[in-house]
């Protein structure tokens, strides 16, 4: 028997195969995950960023059934993950833990080789880390306004330590001094233990971070202020910075999973359901309490516009700090 192909053959088998490749496609996209998943951590093991990883990545597998496993590439202050990361296949099978400073901050102060604009996206929210106000008992100053006060009296005179150039700490000193007209005189130590020994033992007044809560309760520091409009549940009675008179974006340090840019958009939608949906299990939300976050929910649009104002003001910060890369 002889079979005779025809143009209309080639022409009906085309687009039947084109019609399947689609179908493929889509039923891709609706298994997704149908493998294993990559999740890239950018700093040693063992810090907020594992845990949080270890955290997301096990509620991952538990509603997907497939693997996730970390592979950590520290450096940097996180820019060499970063770099690594945005080299991999933008399939949505590896992820990226990070903060907002991969969009804000990390861009302006070290040569990547990202756009935060186009080449990552975030994820989610998965939590703010409270940056608070703290001083040494010595400060006399109980609120932000008395403390602005003082620091007029003594323009220079008053110091806050963080830990280094460029960081959270650094920038919500400068982020002060702007926004409340005062000058204060930076201490840049080694770390953050460093800083926040400094600020108990008086050698610099003030320090910003979370990690000043412990000395709050014990009153060996006092807790002047929460930057931003969000009150943290562990210092209840703090006010914020927006209650204290000072309103609109407060630098902040918040923690997020990411994804190239470039990576199918379903993809995305469908990792901020499923990770949203992990974020509200009880457990998983007290556990990041546990950590010392302030638990939150957004959608994909809220949090990219998240990233997006933080490298407006943080790059804005940076810029007028002098801290710019080639400045």
């Known amino acids: 028997m002889t079979f005779q192909i025809t143009r209309r053959f080639f022409l009906v088998a085309g687009t039947a195969a084109a019609g399947m490749a ?16 990559d999740y890239i951590i950018p700093y040693n093991a063992g810090g907020m960023s594992d845990n949080i990883s ?20 520290p450096g940097a202050g996180g820019a060499i993950g970063a770099n690594y990361y945005i080299r991999t296949p933008a399939d949505g099978y590896t992820l990226l833990q990070s903060t907002n400073s991969f969009y804000a901050i990390i861009p302006f102060v070290t040569k990547v080789e990202y756009d935060p604009a186009k080449d990552l996206t975030p994820l989610v929210l998965i939590g703010d880390a409270p940056m608070v106000i703290a001083v040494n008992p010595s400060v006399p100053a109980n609120t932000l306004p008395e403390l602005i006060a003082y620091a007029k009296a003594n323009p220079g005179a008053v110091s806050f330590g963080t830990a280094g150039k460029g960081t959270v700490g ?14 204060l005189l930076h201490i840049p130590y080694n770390g953050t233990p460093a800083a926040l020994q400094a600020a108990l033992s008086n050698e610099a007044q003030i320090v910003f971070g979370p990690e000043s809560a412990e000395h709050i309760a014990a009153g060996t520091l006092k807790g002047i202020a929460v930057l931003g409009d969000k009150r943290w549940a562990k210092l209840p009675d703090l006010p914020t910075t927006a209650e204290a008179g000072i309103d609109g974006w407060a630098p902040r340090s918040w923690h997020t999973v990411s994804i190239q840019g470039s990576a199918p958009d379903d993809i995305k939608q469908q990792l901020n359901k499923l990770i949203n949906g992990i974020l509200q299990q009880p457990e998983v939300h007290d556990r990041i309490v546990g ?37």
């Open 22 to 37: 689609m179908l493929d496609r889509q039923a891709f996209a609706d298994k997704y995950p149908s493998k294993q998943i």
């Open 54 to 73: 270890r955290l997301i990545g096990e509620k991952i597998t538990a509603a997907t059934g497939q693997a996730v496993i970390n592979d950590y590439k």
């Open 170 to 183: 650094h920038l919500s000193g400068e982020w002060l001094q702007k926004r409340a007209g005062i000058e």
């Open 291 to 327: 950590f010392g976050l302030i638990p939150g929910i957004e959608t994909l649009d809220e949090v990219r516009k998240r990233a997006s104002d933080d490298n407006q003001q943080f790059g804005q910060l940076i810029k007028d700090a002098g801290l710019a890369v080639g400045q």
